[in-house]
């Protein structure tokens, strides 16, 4: 009884182990991937000779000003430019 209750344990403890390990890796990589957009979005952003520079500017504006997350900016402002 005794060995089963310590299998379930140390299952347990590496089952939570590994996930804690993958979360924090998945969201380093997140994050990472998160601020390389954000960098790439506010340099076209700041590109005044690029076509899409006001739909870039509409994203970050959004964004920026904490009206609405990232990705719903970014649909938000797609939606607003594909009509026009």
């Given at each position: 009884?005794?060995?089963?209750?310590?299998?379930?344990?140390v299952?347990?403890?590496?089952?939570?182990?590994?996930?804690?390990i993958?979360?924090?890796?998945?969201?380093?990589?997140?994050?990472?991937?998160?601020a390389?957009?954000?960098?790439?979005?506010?340099?076209?952003?700041?590109?005044?000779?690029?076509?899409?520079?006001?739909?870039?500017?509409?994203v970050?504006?959004?964004?920026?000003?904490?009206?609405?997350?990232?990705?719903?900016?970014?649909?938000?402002?797609?939606?607003?430019?594909e009509?026009?």
């Amino acid at each position: 009884m005794i060995n089963h209750l310590i299998v379930i344990f140390v299952f347990s403890l590496a089952f939570v182990g590994i996930a804690e390990i993958m979360y924090w890796l998945y969201k380093k990589e997140y994050l990472r991937a998160k601020a390389k957009y954000l960098r790439e979005l506010i340099d076209q952003k700041n590109d005044l000779s690029s076509l899409n520079e006001p739909f870039y500017t509409c994203v970050y504006e959004k964004w920026n000003s904490g009206e609405m997350p990232l990705s719903e900016a970014n649909a938000m402002c797609s939606l607003k430019f594909e009509e026009n």
